[in-house]
């Protein structure tokens, strides 16, 4: 089994799979200033209350903080403006769609650095009630304990 390399992530949504079943997911490019990329790459960068919104023919990224460079004096980005995700007309498609669908929410899990391009893998997932994620963590709690009996 092969592990996933996590030398390029930059940022990662934990919470998110606590309260959503993740349907389905997408990597989509984004389309960053100078320091904002600097700052991605700097690894400051919080997707926790950030989400995806379609309008106008196109993706965005919302309500996702990346930090401003320290050295960027006056060419400084707002750290929580919108960014256009990089997408094809297809996907973009099937995020109109699932967006109509009532407690269906796009939102991004991770913010990784693939062949030097900033990515971010956005999910599609329904949001879970409070019986939902009990039973997870009952579920993860018995996983390990299974994996603790049987390892010694």
């Keep these: 089994m092969k592990k996933e390399n996590n030398d390029n992530l930059i940022a990662q949504n934990k919470k998110a799979r606590h309260d959503y079943f993740i349907k389905d997911t997408l990597e989509a490019g984004i389309a960053l200033t100078g320091t904002e990329i600097k700052s991605v790459r700097a690894r400051r960068v919080s997707l926790r209350d950030g989400y995806v919104q379609v309008y106008g023919g196109s993706a965005y990224l919302e309500n996702v903080h990346i930090s401003e460079y320290k050295q960027g004096n006056r060419y400084n980005h707002d750290p929580l403006r919108s960014r256009r995700l990089l997408l094809h007309k297809k996907e973009i498609a099937r995020l109109v769609k699932a967006q109509s669908q009532r407690g269906i929410a796009i939102i991004p899990l991770k913010v990784y650095l693939k062949h030097g391009f ?15 994620k009990r039973q997870t963590i009952k579920e993860r709690d018995q996983k390990r304990e299974i994996r603790r009996k049987y390892s010694i």
Excluded: F, P, R, T
């Excluded at 900033?118 to 939902?132: F, H, M, N, R």
């Design 118 to 132: 900033a990515k971010v893998l956005i999910g599609v997932g329904q949001g879970k009630k409070e019986y939902d």
